[in-house]
């Protein structure tokens, strides 16, 4: 059964970093590429970052882009999500998804629990 | 990025009855040369991720109850509910996967 469960959310000022984690189990994570996908209230669900099942490929959306960075330790079954520069609009639930296949392109078949960044002063 | 609307935007349905959400994309997410559209949609409950229902469009994901059915191709895609339960009450999204993925802002599905 596959199994995510995403940590290292919490508050944080406006400018600081944070690094989320997600840990991985019920499947081979290490041939799964990854994303992350976050929620606020007022934007819905917006995709964040994709990263390849060997990590050579990463992908970002325009928002995050320059301020984000996807890594994976595949030896640890852990994902992480660097987040500098941190803005209010950045205030959200963020979950970690696995894809149905194995196509970069996914549907996201899995979600984590999620956790809430909150950034404010 | 392709933007998708889903609508309408809530909707109120008698227990039994049938539910239809639709969404539109604003640009098509058929791989013609597949002949797959890379469409999904969620259901999300309050305090929880989104659940995977259909994906392709129309394939419904393992253990979703067979009520729920997809169609559509192209840019315009319809989810239906053939007979609403309880359980049922949720927010549901349409999501694309043919480039950068994008959700459509959500239908919030309730009893009448």
């Known amino acids: 059964q596959v199994h995510l469960v995403e940590s290292g959310g919490g508050v944080v000022q406006p400018g600081r970093s944070l690094r989320l984690s997600c840990a991985a189990a019920?499947?081979?994570?290490?041939?799964?590429?990854m994303h992350w996908v976050r929620q606020t209230p007022g934007k819905g669900l917006e995709w964040v970052a994709l990263?390849?099942?060997?990590?050579?490929?990463?992908k970002y959306a325009d928002s995050v882009k320059g301020r984000f960075t996807l890594s994976r330790d595949n030896s640890k079954n852990t994902l992480f999500l660097q987040m500098h520069s941190l803005r209010a609009e950045d205030t959200a639930v963020y979950y970690c998804?696995?894809?149905?296949?194995?196509?970069?392109?996914?549907?996201?078949?899995?979600w984590g629990q999620g956790t809430l960044v909150t950034v404010s002063s | 990025d392709i933007v998708m609307t889903q609508s309408p935007d809530s909707l109120t349905v008698s227990l039994g009855e049938r539910a239809t959400i639709n969404c539109k994309s604003s640009?098509?997410?058929?791989?013609?040369?597949?002949?797959?559209?890379?469409l999904g949609w969620y259901q999300q409950k309050p305090g929880q991720p989104p659940k995977l229902l259909i994906y392709?469009?129309?394939i419904r994901e393992s253990g979703v109850p067979d009520r729920f059915s997809a169609s559509g191709s192209g840019t315009d895609f319809t989810l239906t509910i053939s007979s609403l339960q309880a359980e049922d009450v949720a927010v549901y999204y349409c999501?694309?996967?043919?480039?950068?993925?994008?959700f459509g802002q959500g239908t919030r599905l309730e009893i009448k």
């Open positions: 999501q694309q996967y043919y480039s950068a993925p994008t």
């Open positions: 998804a696995r894809p149905g296949g194995y196509d970069l392109r996914g549907y996201f078949a899995n």
């Open positions: 640009q098509s997410v058929l791989d013609s040369s597949k002949n797959m559209n890379y």
């Open positions: 990263i390849s099942y060997d990590g050579r490929i990463k």
């Open positions: 392709w469009a129309s």
């Open positions: 019920g499947f081979t994570f290490s041939t799964y590429a």
